[in-house]
């Protein structure tokens, strides 16, 4: 039962951690329909940034944080505006390509400017692990639990109430609607894009924390997409729910079907559970069914 | 168009390769393979199997990904299943080589058409992360199937041979290489000439449509994802006896989009330009790391940027490719033909 609840918690804390990249992701997919495959070298780049940020050039933690998220907004901008701006309108594999071969060229910079060495993060939060009184939590797990929890809200809210969020759902909603009501949309996709950035180089930051960081960091991304789907694609709450589950699951059966498998259940298992709800459910749990016209 | 091409019977209509002057360049190639391997060194013919390989994989990808427009996050995974299960059938039935191929290409396909088979009720992007998720379970299998696929050590083959007659040097699997793409390549542009195929392309151009033409949409995706794991299943099977050792390190995820990339690169839905696209993909790496080779004796350490350039040009031709030349080399290729055929004209 113990070691139910060990996993079972570490699991809730992973999934926070999934909710916020997996915030990332929607909110691109939302505004713009673009399946973005570049979102673990995102991270990777956030995470290298508040490495150098606060390891090399010493700057505090919180300038730190504040200037990752910049540099981040200006790398989904930059994204947008150079890259993806083209593709408007172009097929969906081609837009997926063009993510992909993104991601190729973020990881190849990556370990051309920072070298391919795998590098331990400064620590950021305190050592000590934090006592539920019933199990204990990693600190670094806790804490990037807790700030992943905070930003979904901000984003949320921004999404929610902020002129720009509304006029974001707008964009998602109608695009046409939208255009007509005086929203600028080509602004709407570069500012999901700044956002998407931001969302996931935060989790970089706290996925590096916790394991350190090296190009591969990326490959954490890969998860994200079992999240996103369970989830369905479109929809932010379904984000936070599907990082949860996916959270949990695999940590339950990283735990219990280790041992029976020689190690590795941890990465496939998202896999596994994605296919089967699709299975049944094929646009993820609260994902729009789409209805097609001729 | 060309001026006076009209055709005269049904027959000159419907044949494959329609004037005198495109028989006698095919036959000038197919000589020059056949007397490649007597002149080239032995890297050569190495990079030419490699190639021939790729060729066949990429072919098969773009019957799934250009011409049905389902994509495959998948492909090496089916490929792999193709290696492992020759390796398997090779090592412990004895089977011979004539009999594994056929066989590594039908299972690959039996797990294409399981992997298929959510397209009944997924498309588009859902059906994309689906083959995705096919890729990370089988290449879990691969490493953790240990009394089948001896996990991350793999499976060694012995030499293959075709009855008695032993294809252990590059050079003699080189005819085996260029014929089955031969094969494979025909084979492909036979398809696009029939229901099936003609199939393929409505499907991929408009679903619903498709649908509305009476063409069965789940049973015909379930035969693009059949004929393309089949397809790279005997890719598989070639490559494992090309590098004798089949590790579940040959198919990550990476080789898997390098396929996308080379289908991308060549032109979708176009058999010349999976052939391109393949040729292209595997000679550009050579020729950076000759060229970085040479500029050793500027800096030694230029080595170390080898494999980071490698990725960072491997994307920026995907992404080059998609925003300027979304048709590929195939188109590049079309042009460059017209622009002779119709000198000194423009038009």
Not at chain 1, 250 to 264: I, Q, R, S, T, V
């Amino acid at each position: 039962m113990d070691i139910f609840l060990q996993l079972l918690v570490s699991g809730v804390a992973t999934g926070g951690v999934y909710a916020l990249i997996a915030l990332g992701f929607v909110l691109i997919y939302k505004a713009t329909h673009i399946i973005n495959f570049a979102t673990g070298e995102f991270m990777m780049i956030g995470a290298y940034l508040c490495y150098t940020f606060l390891a090399l050039s010493g700057i505090p933690i919180i300038p730190t944080f504040i200037l990752v998220m910049l540099c981040a907004a200006v790398l989904g901008f930059l994204v947008e505006r150079t890259i993806l701006r083209h593709m408007l309108g172009q097929p969906v594999i081609s837009i997926i390509m063009v993510t992909i071969g993104l991601s190729s060229i973020l990881v190849g910079l990556t370990e051309i400017i920072w070298s391919s060495q795998f590098e331990s993060f400064p620590p950021l939060f305190p050592r000590a692990p934090l006592d539920l009184g019933f199990v204990l939590v990693r600190s670094t797990l806790a804490y990037g639990f807790a700030i992943s929890m905070a930003a979904v809200a901000v984003f949320a809210l921004i999404f929610k109430y902020a002129k720009a969020g509304v006029a974001m759902r707008a964009t998602a909603g109608d695009q046409m609607a939208a255009f007509s009501m005086g929203i600028n949309v080509k602004t709407m996709f570069t500012f999901a894009w700044a956002l998407g950035a931001i969302a996931a180089a935060l989790g970089g930051v706290i996925v590096g924390n916790i394991g350190g960081i090296s190009p591969v960091l990326g490959a954490v991304g890969l998860k994200i997409f079992p999240v996103v789907i369970l989830g369905g694609l479109d929809s932010i709450g379904g984000a936070v729910v599907g990082g949860f589950i996916i959270g949990v699951l695999e940590n339950l059966a990283g735990g219990y079907l280790d041992p029976h498998f020689g190690g590795g259940v941890k990465e496939v298992a998202p896999f596994v559970i994605m296919v089967l709800i699709l299975l049944v459910k094929p646009h993820g749990l609260f994902g729009k069914e789409d209805i097609e016209r001729l | 168009m060309r001026i006076g091409d009209f055709k005269e019977t049904y027959a000159a209509d419907e044949a494959v390769f329609r004037t005198g002057t495109v028989r006698l360049w095919l036959g000038l190639l197919g000589l020059a393979l056949a007397v490649f391997p007597f002149v080239a060194g032995e890297y050569l013919i190495y990079m030419a199997n490699i190639t021939g390989v790729a060729v066949v994989g990429a072919v098969g990808l773009n019957v799934l990904t250009g011409f049905t427009g389902q994509i495959s996050l998948g492909h090496a995974a089916f490929m792999g299943v193709g290696a492992y299960t020759s390796a398997i059938l090779t090592t412990r039935l004895g089977l011979p080589f004539l009999l594994t191929l056929p066989l590594s290409g039908v299972v690959a396909a039996l797990c294409g058409l399981i992997v298929g088979a959510p397209s009944m009720r997924m498309k588009g992007l859902y059906l994309c992360i689906a083959t995705l998720a096919a890729q990370v379970i089988l290449d879990f299998t691969f490493v953790h199937w240990e009394s089948m696929t001896h996990g991350i050590r793999g499976i060694n083959l012995p030499p293959p041979s075709i009855f008695g007659l032993s294809l252990a040097g590059g050079q003699a699997f080189y005819f085996v290489i260029v014929t089955l793409a031969a094969l494979a390549v025909t084979a492909c542009r036979n398809i696009f000439r029939t229901r099936v195929g003609r199939a393929f392309i409505a499907i991929r151009d408009r679903d619903i449509s498709a649908e509305l033409m009476g063409i069965n949409l789940f049973r015909y995706k379930l035969y693009a994802f059949g004929v393309s794991s089949f397809l790279a299943g005997m890719a598989g099977c070639l490559l494992a006896n090309l590098l004798k050792v089949v590790t579940p390190e040959h198919f990550p995820l990476q080789l898997s989009i390098q396929y996308l990339a080379m289908i991308i690169v060549g032109g979708l839905g176009s058999i010349l330009g999976s052939i391109f696209g393949a040729i292209f993909m595997t000679v550009v790496p050579e020729i950076l790391r000759s060229s970085l080779g040479l500029l050793q004796g500027l800096d030694p350490q230029i080595m170390r940027y080898l494999f980071p350039l490698q990725t960072v040009i491997f994307g920026l031709l995907i992404v080059v490719f998609l925003v300027f030349e979304p048709h590929g080399l195939a188109e590049m290729w079309r042009r460059l033909k017209a622009y002779f055929r119709l000198w000194p004209f423009e038009y």
